[in-house]
């Protein structure tokens, strides 16, 4: 018995061996704002910058016209304290960027 047929004695093998598609549908896209607006590269994270917030908007379109249907924002803060509540008033910096993202 060669390979090929042992691979296609189980349906777990089967899917396991069988080519992976990858489309633009499947992906989400990361930003990265910053409150105070200012465009910085991301020391650890190569070619990702920090945007400002309605570079985010853009980056956002362009993203849907790659067909990629999700984002996910990471918001730098100026001002942080200990337990991150500070992110959950309404006149926050994250709730700005969703409302915008949402127009």
Known sequence: MDLTTRIKKSKQMIRMVRPQ???GSDLIYPIFVREDGKKLEIPSIKSQR???LDDAVDVCNEALEFD???VMVFGA???KNDDGSISLNKDAFHPKIFK???K
């Open 68 to 70: 990629i249907p999700a």
């Open 21 to 23: 598609e990858l489309t």
């Open 77 to 79: 803060l100026k001002n």
């Open 100 to 102: 915008m993202l949402k």
């Open 50 to 52: 920090y945007l400002s």
